[in-house]
Nanobody
C-alpha cells in the first residue's frame, strides 16, 4: 500500500506563489504517470498538471503559471504555482500510478486578498 502526503498549501494573495509537495512512501523511479488535480468548492475534480511518459501537460487555465516536477531521490513530486488567481482556490490532490492509481488526501489552497 503506497501512501501519498501533500503539503505546502495555505493562503496566498493574488499574484503570489506557493509550492506544493507530494511525498510518496515508495520510490518514484521508473514510474510513468503522475499528476496534480484540484477541486474547487461546488465543482468536480479537474486535472491541473501531469507527467506522462516524460511529457508534461497542463490545463489551459494554468499554462505558463504552474510547473510540475519531480525529484526521484526524494520520492517527491512538486507543483510550483506562480501568479496565483482567486480561481485557483481549491483542494489540491496528487495522484501517482504504481500498480494502480494512488491519491493523497489533499491540501487546501486559498487565493484571496
Amino acid at each position: 500500500q503506497v501512501q501519498l502526503v501533500e503539503s505546502g498549501g495555505g493562503l496566498a494573495q493574488p499574484g503570489g506563489s506557493l509550492r506544493l509537495s507530494c511525498t510518496a512512501s515508495a520510490s518514484l523511479f521508473g514510474l510513468f504517470h503522475m499528476g496534480w488535480y484540484r477541486q474547487a468548492p461546488g465543482k468536480q475534480r479537474e486535472l491541473v498538471a501531469v507527467i506522462d511518459t516524460g511529457m508534461k501537460n497542463y490545463a489551459d487555465s494554468v499554462k505558463g503559471r504552474f510547473t510540475i516536477s519531480r525529484d526521484t531521490s526524494k520520492n517527491t513530486m512538486y507543483l510550483q504555482m506562480d501568479s496565483l488567481k482567486p480561481e485557483d482556490t481549491g483542494v489540491y490532490y496528487c495522484k501517482i500510478r504504481y500498480d494502480r492509481d494512488y491519491w493523497g488526501k489533499g491540501t487546501l489552497v486559498t487565493v484571496s486578498s
